[in-house]
T-cell receptor
Framework: QKEVEQDPGPLSVPEGAIVSLNCTYSNSAFQYFMWYRQYSRKGPELLMYTYSSGNKEDGRFTAQVDKSSKYISLFIRDSQPSDSATYLCAMSALPIGSFGNEKLTFGTGTRLTIIP | DSGVTQTPKHLITATGQRVTLRCSPRSGDLSVYWYQQSLDQGLQFLIQYYNGEERAKGNILERFSAQQFPDLHSELNLSSLELGDSALYFC??????????????FGPGTRLTVL
């Protein structure tokens, strides 16, 4: 069983819809949770970062972490065609750059298409 | 543009061969990370270097090795290549500030095809 599970999709929604992307994980040591966006033929770029449980909002994006359920979500409001990409969740036990175990564990990614 | 550069963009080679992938981190970043991305396994952490020293190891095969040079660029060496090594290889870099999360900035990747 993988440490991080993510529905690979693909997911297609009409423009303007609310999108919900999710990951579950098994390692209770994970404390740092990230969402990356990856456009076709590009490297991943950080979209959202949260520490421990709670919500974080940034414009049209909201990240939620529920450590008790080992479940994280990314919500995209008023989705735009430019949001079409693969979304990867990632998590780590220690902050990157802390001189500890620097490993980021990624989900396999969900491919999202926003239909105009 | 993340500021991380990777060369070459594409590499096509045959089984049994050896290749070297190169990464230049963002200016000022001391840490370099290598990842492999394949369709079935997703993005897998391979290895991390900090200021020339190996810091963390992931699921890196013995046929693979890496190093970071004094000018902080890094190279990933893949030898005795197999068909299953065909994948996208990403390099990422980050600054290092203890006790804080430091964003990893990813390069554009090198697409390796083993025939």
């Amino acid at each position: 069983q993988k440490e991080v599970e993510q529905d690979p999709g693909p997911l297609s929604v009409p423009e303007g819809a609310i999108v919900s992307l999710n990951c579950t994980y098994s390692n209770s040591a994970f404390q740092y949770f990230m969402w990356y966006r990856q456009y076709s033929r590009k490297g991943p770029e950080l979209l959202m970062y949260t520490y421990s449980s709670g919500n974080k909002e940034d414009g049209r994006f909201t990240a939620q972490v529920d450590k008790s359920s080992k479940y994280i979500s990314l919500f995209i409001r008023d989705s735009q065609p430019s949001d079409s990409a693969t979304y990867l969740c990632a998590m780590s036990a220690l902050p990157i750059g802390s001189f500890g175990n620097e490993k980021l564990t990624f989900g396999t990614g969900t491919r999202l298409t926003i239909i105009p | 543009d993340s500021g991380v550069t990777q060369t070459p963009k594409h590499l096509i080679t045959a089984t049994g061969q050896r290749v070297t992938l190169r990464c230049s981190p963002r200016s000022g970043d001391l840490s370099v990370y290598w990842y492999q991305q394949s369709l079935d396994q997703g993005l897998q952490f391979l290895i991390q270097y900090y200021n020339g020293e190996e810091r963390a190891k992931g699921n890196i095969l013995e046929r693979f090795s890496a190093q970071q040079f004094p000018d902080l660029h890094s190279e990933l060496n893949l030898s005795s290549l197999e068909l299953g090594d065909s994948a996208l290889y990403f390099c990422a870099s980050s600054v290092v500030e203890t006790s804080f999360y430091n964003e990893q900035f990813f390069g554009p990747g090198t697409r390796l095809t083993v025939l």
